[in-house]
């Protein structure tokens, strides 16, 4: 079975950075495209940025030039280092790896979800 597991939320001052992990791990023959997605109360989940096994990436245009994307195809972990945080970036961040086993085409998965709370 596999499973996605972040880490790396808490809280922060606006201004600052947090740096979160989500490590995937099971019976897993390859990993497509990585991703973090976010969700703020009352509000759709979101996407913030999207990374391919060959290093593509992909933001959204509220955290280009503060959020870094970046893998560890090793380790089947991804990452999202996150500075210049602003209160708008609170929200529960999500990760999502598109995942084939040895029994499975590609499927998409996600992790429990992580909270990142800007506020002074």
Same mark, same amino acid.
């Given at each position: 079975?596999?499973?996605?597991?972040?880490?790396?939320? %808490?809280?922060?001052?606006? %201004?600052?950075?947090?740096?979160?992990?989500?490590?995937?791990?099971?019976?897993?023959?390859?990993?497509?495209?990585?991703?973090?997605?976010?969700?703020?109360?009352?509000?759709?989940?979101?996407?913030?940025?999207?990374?391919? *096994?060959? %290093?593509?990436?992909?933001?959204?245009?509220?955290?280009?030039?503060?959020? *870094?994307?970046?893998?560890?195809?090793?380790?089947?972990?991804?990452?999202? @280092?996150?500075?210049?945080?602003?209160?708008?970036? *609170?929200?529960?961040?999500?990760?999502?790896?598109?995942?084939?086993?040895?029994?499975?085409?590609?499927?998409?998965?996600?992790? @429990? %979800?992580?909270?990142?709370?800007?506020?002074?």
């Amino acid at each position: 079975q596999v499973q996605l597991v972040e880490s790396g939320g %808490g809280l922060v001052q606006p %201004g600052g950075s947090l740096r979160l992990s989500c490590a995937a791990s099971g019976i897993i023959n390859s990993i497509d495209a990585m991703g973090w997605y976010r969700q703020a109360p009352g509000k759709q989940r979101e996407l913030v940025a999207i990374i391919n *096994t060959g %290093g593509s990436t992909n933001y959204a245009d509220s955290v280009k030039d503060r959020f *870094t994307i970046s893998r560890d195809n090793n380790k089947n972990t991804v990452y999202l @280092q996150m500075n210049s945080l602003k209160p708008e970036d *609170t929200a529960v961040y999500y990760c999502n790896a598109l995942i084939s086993t040895f029994k499975s085409y590609p499927s998409s998965y996600w992790g @429990q %979800g992580t909270q990142v709370t800007v506020s002074s």
